[in-house]
């Protein structure tokens, strides 16, 4: 046993190298069609473009605003090649102009204005295939209108290509689309999992239990935990909704060194119960935090009021259903650790150890820019 401690306490000492938070590497893409005449933008992370078609020609780490502009053609070209629009039986032209650098919630994006032509009627489809090919992670947020009608779409190397007509523009297709998008952006969250994990093992293993039986004393830090996900649920909830209506905004880097921190803190609590029985109340602080960083999805789209409202409820039930299934994922291993001695002692120091570990790489390099390898 003393060899298999031994062992594990090692893997979780190199374990951070390898773990990185998520990024929300997405491209927004806003589209107008008007008459056949096509109007809009594409907003795509420097970083993004730099793996996709390479910008930092010096190779210095900094890329300029000068790089940008002697990459121009080749920006242009790779968007042609990866984003095509038709309308009825005819290919639309679309071309590039007026390249810009502006800070989004999620770094650095290259803005474009997007121009062409397209028949007057018939339906609309559209192909999208950027940045697909060197990341699979990648998501294109389309904010698109035809003549006056609006409508919401999400695509992903699943799914890379839509049709639109009349009858498409509704409620329900951004709804159910960023329920998805909602599941798949916490199940990439590593942050706040971490987040998640290291307060529901706080309350396993620090539950001043009251009760003699294992259906009560179930039953009693069931509780606890329902509580405390409900709290964390209510609180990034309330963010969520507040960051993308713009009512009330932080800086991106404040906001994801808040969230690494918040990891640390709930991983020393594993440990050392600081939180002592209010994990509840702390869940629900550190959830308004955590719902800042949920908001950069939403919060650099323009969107007409009605698709904006179905996006927003479909990603937060998303959001919701993600975090649902990795709390009863965990259920049974948080049941053997309320009866098992053994393993939780072995747990308790085995996950402070890797989560404050992770937490606070994080946390020195998005608040100080300190990579540590």
Same mark, same amino acid.
């Given at each position: 046993?003393?060899r298999l401690?031994?062992s594990l306490?090692t893997?979780c000492l190199c374990?951070p190298?390898l773990?990185a ?9 806003d589209l107008q069609l ?6 809009g933008?594409?907003?795509?992370a420097i970083?993004?473009l730099?793996?996709?078609i390479g ?5 210095d780490?900094?890329i300029t605003?000068g790089e ?5 053609p ?7 090649s ?12 679309l071309?590039t102009?007026d390249?810009a650098?502006?800070q989004l ?9 997007l121009?062409g032509q397209?028949?007057e ?6 192909d999208y295939?950027l940045l697909?090919?060197v990341?699979n992670?990648?998501r294109?947020?389309a904010?698109?209108s035809v003549d006056g ?5 999400l695509?992903s190397?699943?799914n890379?290509?839509?049709t639109?007509?009349?009858g ?7 709804l159910i689309?960023?329920?998805?998008e ?6 990439i969250?590593?942050?706040?999992i971490?987040f998640?994990?290291?307060m529901?093992l706080?309350?396993?293993l620090?539950t001043?239990r009251t009760?003699?039986?294992s ?5 009693e830090t069931?509780w606890?935990i ?11 909830s309330?963010t ?6 713009r009512i009330?905004?932080l800086p ?5 060194t808040a969230?690494?921190?918040s990891?640390v803190?709930?991983a ?5 119960p600081?939180?002592g029985?209010?994990h509840?109340?702390v869940a ?6 955590h719902g800042?960083g ?6 650099d789209?323009?969107?007409a009021?009605g698709?904006? /409202?179905? +996006?927003? *409820?479909g990603f ?7 975090q &649902?299934?990795i709390?009863? !994922?965990l259920?049974?291993?948080l049941?053997?650790l309320?009866?098992w ?7 308790? /120091?085995l +996950?402070a *150890? ?6 606070m790489?994080?946390? &020195?390099?998005?608040?100080f !820019?300190?990579?540590?390898?």
């Amino acid at each position: 046993m003393t060899r298999l401690f031994k062992s594990l306490v090692t893997i979780c000492l190199c374990w951070p190298v390898l773990v990185a938070a998520h990024s929300l590497n997405d491209s927004f893409f806003d589209l107008q069609l008007n008459e056949g005449a096509v109007s809009g933008s594409l907003q795509v992370a420097i970083s993004d473009l730099e793996i996709a078609i390479g910008l930092d020609n010096n190779q210095d780490t900094q890329i300029t605003w000068g790089e940008i502009r002697r990459a121009s053609p080749a920006i242009a070209g790779y968007v042609n090649s990866r984003i095509e629009l038709s309308r009825g039986d005819q290919v639309c032209t679309l071309s590039t102009n007026d390249l810009a650098i502006e800070q989004l919630s999620g770094g650095p994006y290259v803005t474009m204005g997007l121009f062409g032509q397209c028949a007057e009627s018939g339906a609309l489809s559209l192909d999208y295939g950027l940045l697909f090919d060197v990341d699979n992670s990648h998501r294109g947020i389309a904010a698109i209108s035809v003549d006056g009608e609006s409508a919401t779409r999400l695509f992903s190397p699943a799914n890379q290509s839509l049709t639109l007509d009349g009858g498409s523009l509704s409620f329900w297709t951004p709804l159910i689309s960023f329920i998805g998008e909602g599941i798949w952006h916490i199940w990439i969250g590593i942050d706040h999992i971490l987040f998640l994990l290291a307060m529901l093992l706080g309350v396993v293993l620090h539950t001043h239990r009251t009760r003699t039986t294992s259906t009560a004393i179930w039953t009693e830090t069931g509780w606890s935990i329902v509580k405390m996900v409900t709290a964390f649920t209510l609180a990034h909830s309330i963010t969520l909704i507040l960051a993308s209506l713009r009512i009330v905004e932080l800086p991106a880097q404040l906001v994801e060194t808040a969230i690494a921190l918040s990891v640390v803190v709930s991983a020393v609590n594993i440990l050392i119960p600081i939180f002592g029985r209010h994990h509840w109340p702390v869940a629900f602080a550190f959830g308004l935090v955590h719902g800042f960083g949920f908001a950069n999805v939403l919060g650099d789209l323009n969107l007409a009021t009605g698709q904006f /409202v179905a +996006s927003l *409820l479909g990603f937060n039930i998303g959001v919701e259903i993600g975090q &649902l299934v990795i709390v009863l !994922g965990l259920i049974p291993i948080l049941a053997l650790l309320i009866h098992w001695q053994w393993s939780r002692r072995l747990t308790t /120091v085995l +996950s402070a *150890l890797a989560i404050a570990q992770v937490g606070m790489l994080w946390f &020195l390099d998005r608040g100080f !820019g300190v990579t540590v390898l």
